[in-house]
């Protein structure tokens, strides 16, 4: 409609601009602001939206001065810090604000001591000898801890759940009612109930249901509120049943994964808590000690709790007559993988530590 007529899609185009601005959608509005040869209005959106790369490309097109583009990297890699994107910050911090000194203390909050050494020891060349002292070595013993309370808590939550699961499954063989069908519902209540009726009745349903492969003949709605209320079952896991086992064996198989987490960050700290002072090797060691211990501990718990999931067997309820219901059958959690040591990443060990 406007092909030819640049002036009025401009002004259309800054309009939508200031439309999207108003609705929060920064980064979109920055895209129309520059489309309506309005940069300054997109600088401003662009660092709306934490789009740092787009912002300082289109603030050096656009000419900004040295002593704006210092203001604009400290601001932005300030407020990237706040949101935790360290390594972010730090390269703004270091590319645009040309601050050394917070650059490499992002970097190291961050975990990325690689990086953060290197920058540190390319200043001793320009006579900055202090940078490694001063920031690295205290902030490396808060990466240390930081490290270690994250493994502690990993620990913490595996042994309480542990202990629960070994608690439940007593319950399991002492009370399988109370623990399969916490509301007192026995499909035993079935048997004058008939179910084998026209396509259009709905087959009574109990606390097993769940745990059958048996189709349902229900209508589409009663299927959708079933699921929710399965979706929310899993999610809390009431008490006692083998709802709370399942959130159990749920939460314990991601454990793998946040303990594989925990090492990558490790294996970047590692070799520099070697290297600096008698301290920091003390620290490297007794961390090294404490992951070995609970990825061996991690693996044997999997291994037992997985182990007597295969031995339980759900009680075996004798098939409704006059029904299609076939005997109960449990649907827990798959046993989680846990990867070779050295597999998933490489050599987070240090063999002198």
């Known amino acids: 409609i406007w092909a030819g007529k640049t002036e009025n899609l401009q002004a259309i185009l800054n309009l939508y601009g200031e439309y999207l601005f108003e609705r929060r959608e920064f980064k979109q509005a920055a895209l129309a602001f520059v489309q309506a040869s ?49 390594t972010e910050a730090g390269r703004v911090l270091l590319d645009y604000a040309k601050n050394v000194e917070e650059a490499i203390t992002a970097f190291a909050q961050g975990g990325d001591f690689p990086e953060a050494d290197r920058q540190a020891r390319s200043c001793a060349l320009n006579s900055r000898m202090d940078l490694v002292e001063t920031i690295l070595h205290p902030e490396a013993l808060e990466v240390r801890y930081q490290i270690g309370e994250d493994a502690t808590e990993l620990k913490e939550q595996l042994e309480k759940q542990t202990e629960r699961l070994k608690e439940l499954r007593v319950k399991k063989v002492t009370d399988p009612d ?83 987490a925990i090492q990558v960050r490790a294996a970047k700290l590692l070799p520099y808590l070697l290297q600096y002072t008698e301290e920091h090797r003390e620290e490297g060691k007794e961390l090294q000690r404490h992951l070995k211990e609970l990825e061996a501990k991690l693996r044997s718990t999997i291994e037992e709790v997985w182990q007597d999931e295969d031995e339980d067997e759900a009680p075996v309820l004798p098939a409704v007559p006059g029904t299609r219901l076939p005997p109960p059958r449990q649907s827990l959690p798959r046993k989680p993988e846990m ?14 530590l």
């Open 38 to 86: 309005k940069p300054q209005r997109a600088i401003i959106a662009y660092e709306k939206a934490h789009a740092w790369q787009e912002l300082f490309s289109l603030a050096v097109r656009e000419g900004s001065s040295f002593d704006e583009l210092i203001q604009m990297g400290q601001r932005v890699g300030e407020d990237l810090a706040s949101r935790k994107r360290y």
């Open 339 to 352: 990867t070779t040591p050295g597999a998933a990443i490489t050599e987070w060990e240090v063999k002198l």
């Open 178 to 260: 109370g623990f399969y069908n916490p509301d007192g519902e026995r499909t035993a209540n079935l048997q004058d109930v008939d179910v084998m009726t026209d396509a259009g009745s709905t087959v009574a349903g109990t606390t097993f249901t769940r745990y059958t492969a048996a189709p349902s003949s229900g209508t589409k709605k009663s299927k959708v509120s079933s699921k929710n209320s399965k979706k929310r079952a899993r999610k809390t896991g009431r008490k006692g049943t083998v709802e709370e086992e399942e959130y159990i064996l749920l939460s314990i198989g991601k454990m793998p994964a946040r303990l594989e």
